[in-house]
């Protein structure tokens, strides 16, 4: 179904529709943010795989007096 759909003469038949719908003005502009969102994206995906154990991540505080059993106590 969707075989083909990106050949040089769709993405023109696209380029054109989104430029009579945005405009000549909005268009670079909409492309400029479309790109600084998808490297952002590639940026924190990267961040996540490469360095997990660089994520900072609450330290486990264990109370001692919660750590004693009441028996223990007496």
């Known amino acids: 179904m969707f075989e083909g759909l990106f050949s040089p003469q769709h993405l023109l038949i696209i380029l054109a529709v989104a430029l009579f719908v945005f405009g000549p003005k909005k268009l670079p502009e909409l492309g400029q943010g479309l790109g600084k969102g998808i490297r952002s994206f590639k940026d924190s995906m990267k961040a996540a795989t490469e360095e ?20 223990e106590a007496k």
């Not at 997990?52 to 028996?71: C, F």
């Open 52 to 71: 997990p154990e660089k994520i900072d991540r609450p330290a486990a505080t264990t109370n001692t007096a919660s750590s004693s059993t009441p028996n």
